[in-house]
């Protein structure tokens, strides 16, 4: 039973200024909307472009449930097709990457495709003359997505042909981005492995939102943070430093004083981050020849700045998180509407150190693997929640910490770093970008 | 004399500690500098600049069994058990002179909490040292048949 299909007013009305219904959470029918509409509208990170180096180098992701194929072509230039042989849908691409020499041939019929996507050759060519093959779709080779942009090798897709572009859809949040990229002497990161890959029974968002919910590391996180000071307040001796396991534990324990002065930056669109003055990352040991390597490319006065910016979790509109000091992006891919692949990515900085690589490493590892402690404490959570919204006493969640009459949407705004505004900020693009093609969208009904 | 059989007996042993829990006695197995290390790659060197699932010293491994009997720890209400089944280890070296002692042994481990219940296969390698008469671990290495698979919580170990 259709309940929100072509409904725009009942998909909007499941967000409140300040509580979003259940629905978004639980319900097959919004998830399925969300893959129709939210996910296409919206720009997705596909890659990184170091994973494609060479000509004939390919990836292959999703985009939101869409299978897609990226490809270094030999000019150099990148592309991205729907990851299916026009013939009988087959995909070209099984592997997560690889390099295809000079052309993607489908295994079932020998069909071929330049690296750019166009059909190369196919076998008994006569076999097609005067039979109208060249009027169809078929004759242009793999589909391929229009709208890609490669942002410091950050790979962004967007499928709808029509929407919000990509400068006016990130705007100023591209900064997260260009820290990360700074961090590098050489202003270059590369993908050397990878990603860790975990599995999450919940729905994507809750863990989207949870990257700027700083009332949880306190609490939830009491079991493992908390656990880690304490044992090694009890077994450190005389031990002069701390280590750099309990360095990236220890601060997750920060009470709430410390994240409400630490601020929270949100931006139109959806987009937002932790950590504006300092963060849980700001007070990690320097690394022996970094800073000499960051001044001699930057000059002291750049390489400081650079240096300085240490935010927590920045969220990009839908369903990726950085965090530029640690160098990790994680991305949420929605595989149903109680199930969520997380991967997480390690960038290493071009020119760095290599201890900072092993410091990104080791992060990645103790927070988001499926082995991670830290992890244990969240995916607990996310699975109670996505049970107890079952429930009906209650149909809807409370997103109302620090939030003030006539709040306005779609701005930048510094705030207290213990508001949920982030939160909310992420629901009024979501209203947005779910309805914004269809009839009625949501601005307008209102 | 160490023996092959006594690293047989310790491969079992140490498995069966796990199985019934007595945390303590599963970490007296390891040597000061003994390490945990679930790879992420196949055949995979280095444990520092290549990803990990898992790479724990002793503080690390502390942490993770505190951390089980916390009284908020949350992820453990309830609590999770295992099993290990094993094959017969496989002696690599059992040279007393050189002081090398190493086994690899196929394994089926399963975790379960609550109502669900996972299955893992892969190899468990044991790199020991003889310490006074008996053996300690300098390292356990994990080499999951599926690493690069998405998994859920493993909250115990393998």
Redesign the interface.
Same mark, same amino acid.
Do not use: F, Q
């Given at each position: 039973m259709a309940k929100y299909g072509k409904n725009p007013r009942a998909i909007g009305g499941l967000v409140r200024e300040a509580e979003v219904h259940r629905d978004v959470y639980v319900d097959p029918e919004i998830f399925d909307l969300e893959m129709e509409h939210l996910f296409p509208n919206s720009w997705i990170y596909v890659g990184h472009a170091s994973q494609l180096a060479k000509a004939g180098d390919f990836i292959t992701a999703n985009v939101g449930r869409q299978p897609v194929v990226a490809s270094r072509h030999t000019d150099g230039s990148i592309h991205l097709f729907y990851n299916r042989c026009p013939h009988k849908g087959v995909k070209i691409a099984s592997e997560p990457c690889g390099n295809t020499g000079k052309f993607f041939r489908c295994p079932y019929h020998a069909w071929s495709f330049k690296t750019d996507g166009s059909l190369l050759a196919i076998p008994l060519k006569k076999g097609y003359e005067g039979t109208g093959f060249t009027d169809t779709q078929a004759n242009n080779g793999l589909s391929r997505i229009k709208n890609v942009v490669v942002y410091r090798d950050f790979i962004f897709a967007r499928l709808s042909e029509t929407g919000v572009g990509f400068e006016d859809y990130f705007g100023e949040s591209l900064s997260t981005i260009d820290n990360m990229v700074d961090r590098s002497p050489e202003g270059k990161l590369a993908v050397e492995?990878?990603p860790?890959?975990?599995? #999450? /029974?919940c729905n994507w968002k809750m863990l989207v939102e949870n990257q700027t919910d700083t009332c949880h590391p306190m609490v939830?996180h009491? *079991? *493992?943070a908390? /656990?880690?000071i304490? %044992?090694?307040q009890r077994?450190q001796g005389d031990s002069k430093e701390t @280590?750099m396991? %309990?360095q990236l534990?220890g601060p997750f324990m920060s009470p709430y004083e410390f994240y409400e002065q630490s601020g929270i930056r949100i931006w139109p669109n959806g987009h937002g981050h932790t950590g504006v003055a300092n963060s849980i990352h700001s007070n990690y040991s320097d690394i022996e020849g970094y800073l000499g390597r960051m001044v001699a490319a930057y000059g002291e006065k750049r390489a400081h700045e650079i240096l300085g910016e240490v935010r927590h979790n920045t969220v990009y509109f839908p369903n990726i998180m950085v965090k530029g000091a640690v160098q990790i992006l994680r991305n949420f891919i929605p595989i149903a509407v109680d199930r969520t &692949? %997380?991967?997480s990515w %390690?960038y290493r900085l071009v020119g760095a150190p290599?201890k900072l690589?092993?410091r990104a &490493?080791m992060y990645?590892?103790f927070i988001n693997? @499926?082995?991670s402690?830290v992890? #244990?404490?969240d995916?607990?959570?996310y699975e109670?929640a996505q049970e107890g919204l079952k429930t009906n006493g209650n149909q809807w969640v409370n997103l109302r910490r620090l939030y003030e009459s006539g709040e306005e949407a779609d701005v930048t705004a510094v705030i207290n770093g213990t508001s949920e505004r982030q939160m909310r900020n992420q629901f009024h693009a979501w209203a947005k970008f779910m309805t914004m093609d269809m009839v009625e969208p949501v601005e307008a009904a209102e | 004399m160490i023996s092959e059989k006594t690293i047989t007996d310790f491969v079992y042993r140490e498995a069966d500690l796990l199985d019934t829990m007595q945390w303590q006695a599963w970490l007296d197995l390891f040597h000061p500098e003994g390490r945990y290390w679930m790879p992420l790659e196949w055949q995979q060197q280095d444990p520092v600049l290549q990803p990990s699932l898992m790479y724990e010293d002793l503080l690390l491994m502390k942490v993770r069994i505190e951390r089980l009997a916390g009284e908020r720890t949350f992820s453990q209400k309830p609590k999770s058990r295992c099993h290990h089944l094993l094959q017969a280890p496989q002696i690599i070296a059992c040279d007393p002179a050189a002081g090398i002692f190493k086994a690899r042994t196929s394994f089926i481990y399963t975790e379960t909490r609550g109502d669900t219940l996972e299955r893992f296969s892969g190899w468990a390698s044991h790199d020991l040292v003889q310490v006074g008469d008996g053996l300690k671990i300098k390292l356990k290495r994990i080499d999951l048949v599926n690493f690069d698979a998405p998994f859920g919580n493993i909250q115990l170990f393998m």
């Open positions: 492995a990878a860790i890959r975990y599995m #999450h /029974t939830a009491e *079991s *493992s908390g /656990t880690a304490k %044992v090694w077994e @280590p396991a %309990v534990y &692949l %997380v991967e %390690v290599d690589y092993e &490493l990645n590892r693997a @499926p082995t402690i992890g #244990h404490d995916l607990e959570m109670r | -």
